[in-house]
């Protein structure tokens, strides 16, 4: 079983937030009282190896990911959910989607991607030095170069202090192996078929997963809505925290 937070379980309906690599359900401390104020039940699971849940072993991926998403959401008696996910936390959302669209009501995807292919060099050096780093090295050590590209700015230190902490607490091969899958993921041709509302909220600023990717994204599902989040990251649910939720709560509540 997963571990998650559920800190309204009266609410209805459901919201199934999806953190990113590295990262646990806490990192939506931000969203969850603004989601509980709402009436909404926030429900914010830890993916296995990440966080407080457990990894067995044997064999971390997207498609097994969004099974146990599945079967956590039957468990708690949700129903049909909205579905919101950051970076590898809107991949898993994808995949839950398409593989489960009963099960969804609507899908929010954040600074997330179809298919990650960087188009400037440096984005390659980025990702291939996270690989090689977390693959011959350890995990541990590349912690401080994600949380440095993730939060650059002065004064961000707490929230640099805060994300390696998170990664040293994820099992090593989960995070290798979520690294590689991540890396094969490609949506773009079955997005297509998705056929739910669809929000798609990018920071201006991300270097993680530049707009460019994004976009991508974007013109591969029919009718989604892109809304940029001014002068905000790759952790945009944090940096542009306010914009953020007001888009998000006024996307859940939209009929239809």
């Known amino acids: 079983m997963l571990h998650y937070l559920d800190p309204h379980p009266e609410g209805s309906p459901a919201v199934l937030l999806l953190h990113g690599l590295g990262s646990e ?17 926030p429900v914010a ?38 579905v919101v996910g950051l970076s590898m936390g809107g991949v898993i959302a994808q995949q839950f989607a398409l593989d489960y669209p009963e099960q969804v009501r609507k899908v929010a995807l954040a600074n997330t991607f179809a298919v990650l292919r ?31 590209r993730v939060f650059p700015e002065v004064g961000q230190e707490s929230l640099r202090r805060q994300l ?62 892109h809304v940029i989040i001014p002068r905000a990251g790759h952790a945009v649910s944090v940096e542009g925290v306010e914009l953020f939720n007001k888009t998000l709560l006024t996307f859940l509540s939209e009929i239809g």
């Open 118 to 148: 960087p188009r400037r060099f440096s984005g390659w050096v980025y990702f291939l030095a996270r690989m090689l780093v977390a693959h011959l090295v350890g995990i541990e050590r590349q912690a401080g170069l994600v949380a440095m």
């Open 164 to 225: 390696v902490d998170s990664i040293y607490r994820a099992d090593p091969r989960a995070y290798r192996a979520a690294m590689r899958a991540l890396g094969r993921f490609n949506s773009v041709e079955r997005l297509k078929s998705l056929r739910k509302p669809v929000l798609v909220i990018s920071g201006e600023n991300d270097t993680t997963v530049p707009l460019q990717e994004q976009q991508v994204l974007v013109d591969a599902i029919p009718g989604a809505r």
């Open 45 to 82: 699971p830890d993916t296995a190896g990440f966080g407080a849940s457990a990894y067995d072993g044997r064999g971390w991926s997207i498609r097994r990911s969004a099974q146990e998403l599945k079967g956590l959401v039957h468990a708690l008696g949700c129903g049909a959910v909205h």
């Open 25 to 41: 359900g806490a990192s939506w401390i931000l969203q969850l009282g603004a989601l509980t104020e709402a009436g909404y039940r």
